[in-house]
């Protein structure tokens, strides 16, 4: 069973980052993470593979960066 968070507000906010696209399908080894998938795509990995980001490209992507000023 791939981990995996259904947000289409976060599902949409990666595609606007362009992060990279995963496309994955339950019982498929993929990297150990948990990912971002569309509002009922959940459903669908049994059948077929569905578009994915990671929460890590998007943790990294989204975070602070803090500037030292001397």
């Known amino acids: 069973m791939t981990n995996c968070i259904e947000s289409d507000a976060m599902f949409g906010m990666c595609a606007g980052l362009q992060l990279r696209e995963w496309w994955i399908m339950d019982g498929i080894e993929m990297d150990v993470d948990v990912y971002i998938l569309a509002n009922g795509s959940h459903d ?22 803090d500037i030292n000023k001397e």
């Open 44 to 65: 669908m990995l049994r059948m077929n593979s569905v578009k994915a980001y990671k929460l890590s490209d998007y943790l990294l992507a989204t975070s602070q960066v």
